[in-house]
Every structure is written in C-alpha cells, then in structure tokens.
C-alpha cells in the first residue's frame, strides 16, 4: 500500500491551507519544546552520521572569506505545535535524529567548553528540550549522559554518540578553539553572529489542523522518502503571510496555486520531458527541473551548497526575511516565463529537433537557454539560425572530400570513424529529415526521444549502433550452428534459389557436424548465395562509406549478425510489428523508400542513392565543401 500526503499547501474548501517553511537559526529554537510521539523509534544515528555533522559544521565554521548571508544548512525538521494551553510545544514529525544530536552535542560543549555552567548565564539562552512520549526518561537523560547506562538501549545510543563527540574534540588540536567555533555557529544570531557564521535549519511547519501526523511520518520516512525541493519551494510561495487576509490575497495565492499545477502536469507529459532531459526524473515532481535550471544559471556568489537542498536555499535566498508581494510576483513571473519559452521550443517541430538533438550531445538547457533568449528580441528565423550555428560545432571536424576533379563532393565519415560522430550524424539525418518532411506538409512528426532514450519497458538506456545495411564481410560464419542459421535464412528470404543449389543447402543442414569439412562447403554455397542477391560485387570503401551505414539498437544489430540484405530487411519488419523503436530513417532504408528500388536486395545503386540524400539533407550542418 502506497500512503501519500501532499505536504506543502493542501487545498481545503476552495484555499490552500497555509502551512509556513522558514530557515532557522539553530539558535532560534534555544528555548523552544518538542515532542517525540509514540509512533517514532528511539534515537539510533551511528558514529558515522554523528561524525559527519560534526566535519561538515566544523569544515563551514572555518571557512575563509564566507560571504555575509552564507551559512550552514541541515535537512528539514517538520513540526506541528501541539494544542496545549500550558506550554508552547510541536510535535516533531521527521528531524528527531538530528534535533537529538544537536542536544546531545550542547550538551557535551556545556560540560567541556562552559565548565557546566549553564547557556543562559553565558548566552542568555535556554536549551531546548525534547519530551518522549513512551520514553519519558530521556529528556532528563539529555541533561546528565552517563558514560554507561543499564539496560536501556535509547540511554546506549545517546551516550555512544556523546562519546563519538568527546573523541571527535579530543582528535582535534587546539581542541578550545575548535569548541569555540562549532558553539559560536549554534548559540549566535544572525545580527551576531562570528566569523564561524551559523548553523540554520529548514523548519516547515504544518499549520493545517486536518494533516494527520501519523500518515505525514509514514510518508516521510517510508523508503525514507525526504521533502523535495519543489514541495519545500511551493510552500515558500504560497503561505499566507506572502499574501495577506483579503479576499483579493486569496485569489492572487489561488492564481499560483492553479499555475504550479499547469506546469507540472505538462512537465510530467513523458515527451516534454525526454525532448529536455537524458534520464528519468526520479524525483515525484518534475517542476524541479526549471527551479533547477534557474539556480544553476545565476552566478549568484553566496554559497548556496551542493546537496539535495541546494535549490531550495537559493530560493529562500530571494526571497528574504519579509517578502513583499513584488518580490514573489517577479519570482513566479520568472518560472513562468522560463516554462512559457521551453513549451514554445516543444510546440515548434523544427526547434523541438534542433535542441533535443544538443541536449543529445550534452549541451546543458542552462547554455541553450542562455543563447537563445541573450539578445532583447530574436525573431524565429533568428532562433533557427542561432540552433543550426549550435549544430555545426558538432561538426566542425568533419570534412567534404574528393579523389579527383571528376568525382562529386562526399562526407569524409566511414565506418572507421569515430562512432560517436557516426552516432550524431544519424541521429540529426533522422531528425533533420522529420523536419524537412513536416516543412513540406509531407510529414507532421515528432521524433520520439524517450524511445531513443529508453529501452523496452523503460527500464534502461538504450545502445545504438551503427550498422552495415550490406554486411562488411563476408567471412564465414565460425560454428556450424550459425551456419545453419545463415542458409535458414537465406532460403526463407531469397525467392528465387536455383533447384540444384536449394538441394546443395538442404545436403548441408542435413550434414553432422564436422568443422574442417562442413566449413569449405559453407564457404562455397555462401558464396553462390551472395551472388544470388547482388551483394557479391561491392566495394569495400563504398560498403563501408555512409551509404552503407545506418542507426540501429545494439540488441537488433547484434542479433542478426553478417546476415544478408533481405533477412536484415525482414527481422527490421519483425521487430517494428513487436513495438521495437526503429528510427524512421532506418525503416526507410531497409524498405527501400529512398532509391525507389522496390526489389529485396542492396546494391551499389542503392548506395549512392541514399549517400546523395544523406549528404544532401545534412549539407546545412557541415563546413562548406573543400578539397582535403
């Protein structure tokens, strides 16, 4: 059973219920209560994790030249306050390991550092406290840790990781000052704050009385299922307080509201996100991707971090202490328009091949976006120039040449060539033939990427291959099984075999097998074969020039082996009828739609029929022809 709860602003009674996400400071929750509900385990971080903490904090405290808004950043706590009329408490949904450590770490700095006096006499600050519901000892145990306790296994875990700690302090040299820095990063304001700058934390705060927090703590820590991002952001834009109690506040939060949930479910729509993206999105939301984008193309020169949480900072970065509505009205204005641009790219069937083609080769959407929105007005002529220009550098290599005067220009790749400009090369052909074809009204077709991308049942990255459509070779075949195959498939896809040789092939199969005799027989009826279908009197450069090459998956490529023209041509159909993606160049060349040869065989006719329409649908991409 799959249990999900929409943590950021549930919809109730035609409004969002104003759930509030906000950045503290470790200092700000000095003083506050918490309690742990009986439906959460005990405190179990390990020496690793404790230690982790502790070189991350310490690593940022000593950091040079930190910039005036950087910090240091922990994972979320989620709480709910508890309706209590004696005491301000919350209930912690997910942050108990980390709220423990942090107490259990005071703790230590008290006794080491403040020679047990209390925070308050120094600091003028409580430390706050975490009540266990089925655990009541605990709390008290947090204030005395003792080195070995009996018979409790939460006591044990506790004093194992004040024990990580002492040892982690005690590795360290000048082991005052070190204590002196991680503390200054804990108790300090952010007014106050040293040159060991702060510790802050993601608190979000769920405000909707009707969220159950039984259900919200299954969501969360089921496969261990952290807050994402984009559920983290969405409550930085649509919590109340950014828009205020009247009627015309509530329609401007439901305005965005209704937006976010246009864009993600475009977002989610598998061809928008394959033409953009290389991989799946192992994320429950795909908006992520242009918050992402966002961030990853600011120079902004606070250091926001690297982790999973990276984004969200550099939005409650923007956004401030006290967002006025400008500022949130220019921040969704922005995501809006950078959303209304890639739906623009995906709509323009021309546009839409160019730029899945570079995000193909590994251009970022960052750079593309950057050329192609950097001048103040680019008509869509411009656009398409700026794409081909983009294009070309994938090619730059490449060259035209010619043997002699008399002989026409032609694309200097062969299958001797690098197989990842091979692999371009065929890629683009297909798309750039969609486009020509959609550009004449012949051919309204979007390439699909996700099934160039994706194998069968989307399970893994496909492997392409660039293929002989007339076999390089025709060595004979090395066991006597394939052999057989071979002439099984010969005689299944040659019509019209002369009696006496059709008779030779069944001698064959009938034969035992006997490698150094069956091996000369084999030779000799291939040959006799390969003569029957034409394929006998092919050059080796013309077979191994681009005319004689296509795209194929490496799993249809490597399974019919040196077959001949007319068994490759077959099992291609075969594979098509089954839902195998083959790339409508491909099919087109195996079905003979590009020389007009309706017959079942390859020739060199054949050959440079498709080399001409190769080189001249991708003549646009490539240098201006030369002489090499």
């Not at 623009?344 to 080769?361: P, R």
């Amino acid at each position: 059973m799959i249990i999900w709860i929409e943590l950021s602003n549930i919809k109730k009674n035609g409004k969002y219920m104003d759930n509030y996400i906000d950045l503290k400071p470790i200092s700000k929750l000095l003083g506050m209560t918490f309690f742990i509900p009986s439906y959460q385990r005990g405190y179990r971080w390990t020496k690793e994790q404790v230690t982790d903490l502790l070189d991350d904090i310490y690593a940022f405290s000593k950091k040079k030249n930190k910039s005036e808004k950087e910090f240091y950043c922990l994972q979320p706590i989620i709480v709910k306050k508890r309706d209590r009329s004696d005491i301000d408490e919350y209930e912690v949904i997910d942050g108990q390991q980390r709220l423990t450590t942090i107490r259990i770490l005071f703790s230590y700095l008290i006794e080491y550092h403040l020679n047990n006096e209390s925070l308050e006499e120094n600091y003028d600050k409580k430390l706050y406290t975490i009540n266990y519901e089925t655990r009541t000892d605990s709390s008290d145990f947090l204030d005395k840790i003792e080195d070995d306790p009996d018979n409790n296994i939460d006591f044990y875990h506790i004093a194992q990781a004040y024990k990580c700690i002492s040892e982690w302090f005690n590795n360290k040299e000048k082991k005052r000052q070190v204590r002196e820095k991680i503390l200054n990063t804990l108790v300090l304001e952010e007014e106050d704050k040293e040159e060991e700058g702060i510790v802050q934390v993601i608190w979000y705060e769920i405000k909707d009385d009707n969220t159950n927090s039984i259900d919200t703590f299954i969501r969360i820590n089921l496969g261990k299922i952290a807050l994402t991002n984009a559920e983290l952001i969405k409550a930085l834009f649509l919590q109340e307080r950014n828009f205020g109690n009247d009627d015309i506040a509530k329609l401007k939060q439901l305005e965005i509201a209704q937006k976010w949930d246009r864009i993600e479910n475009q977002m989610q729509e598998e061809n928008f996100w394959w033409f953009l993206n290389k991989e799946e999105n192992k994320s429950s939301s795909h908006i992520e991707f242009i918050f992402d984008m966002i961030c990853n193309s600011d120079d902004i020169k606070e250091d926001i971090g690297n982790d999973n949480n990276r984004t969200f900072r550099y939005y409650a970065y923007r956004f401030g202490n006290n967002p006025d509505h400008n500022t949130i009205k220019n921040l969704w204005s922005e995501i809006e328009t950078k959303f209304e641009i890639l739906l623009e790219w995906y709509l323009n069937v021309e546009w839409y091949h160019y730029i899945g083609f570079l995000i193909y080769c590994d251009r970022s959407i960052q750079e593309i976006m950057h050329f192609l929105t950097n001048d103040s007005i680019l008509t869509k002529e411009d656009v398409t120039i700026k794409l081909i220009d983009e294009i070309k550098k994938e090619f730059k290599h490449i060259k035209w040449i010619r043997k002699d005067e008399e002989e026409d220009f032609h694309i200097n790749l062969t299958y001797d060539s690098k197989k990842e400009d091979l692999g371009k090369f065929f890629l683009l052909f297909n798309l750039e033939y969609i486009n020509q074809q959609s550009a004449n009204k012949t051919l309204i077709y979007y390439f699909p990427f996700k099934s160039f991308k994706v194998g069968k049942g989307n399970k893994t990255l496909l492997a392409w291959d660039i293929e002989h459509v007339n076999s390089a070779t025709e060595n004979s075949l090395e066991t006597f099984e394939d052999q057989k195959e071979w002439l099984k498939n010969a005689q299944k896809d040659i019509t019209e075999i002369p009696q006496d040789l059709n008779q030779s092939i069944e001698l064959f199969l009938n034969t035992s097998k006997n490698k150094d005799k069956t091996k000369e027989k084999f030779e000799a009826l291939q040959n006799e074969i390969i003569k029957l279908a034409k394929e006998h009197d092919i050059p080796d450069d013309l077979k191994n020039c681009i005319g004689n090459l296509t795209l194929l998956d490496a799993g249809t490529n490597r399974g019919y082996g040196n077959s001949l023209f007319s068994t490759k041509r077959r099992i291609i159909i075969e594979k098509d009828k089954e839902g195998t993606f083959i790339p409508l160049c491909t099919k087109n060349v195996f079905l003979k739609y590009f020389d007009g040869n309706v017959q079942s065989q390859w020739t060199k006719e054949d050959i440079e029929a498709y080399r001409k329409i190769l080189e001249n649908t991708m003549a646009k991409f490539l240098p201006n022809k030369e002489t090499e």
